[in-house]
């Protein structure tokens, strides 16, 4: 028997709601791992290539660091400061390689190499970035 003024799909946008919310949830947590993983491997890839321009092209501008990073190599120092500057700051010494004397092809070259774990939510990877410049000869 039907009630009066009371209609028989009440609750159910309670109910759809409950059901639909969980999934929502993890598709905003998703994306946002994934938009912050992206903009972290932006900054690795500037960080690497801006590195090993600098190093290549012996500039004053790399010794400027010191060693405050932890590293006695200057130009790991320079890629960890220009990191920490673009809003990385967990960046270390540690995960940044320097390569003054790689080859691409016949030319003398800078290689920078950076690995950076990342973890957010549920989601754990290493992000990787390189850079290689021309030596000044």
Known sequence: MRRLGRDETSGSFAVD??????LVVVIFCGVSALAIAFWKQSILQAAAGEAARCIA????????????????????CYAVT?????????????????DRGATLG????TSVAIAYPFSMF????????????????
């Open 17 to 22: 709601f409950a059901l639909i919310l969980p």
């Open 106 to 109: 016949t030319a003398s070259v």
């Open 57 to 76: 092209l012996a500039a004053s501008a790399c010794a400027s660091t010191g060693g405050a990073c932890g590293s006695a190599d200057q130009g790991v």
């Open 82 to 98: 220009v990191a920490a500057s673009r809003g990385l700051a967990d960046l270390t010494a540690a995960q940044v390689t320097v």
């Open 122 to 137: 549920w989601v754990s990877v290493r992000l990787t970035a390189s850079a290689a410049y021309p030596n000044a000869s």
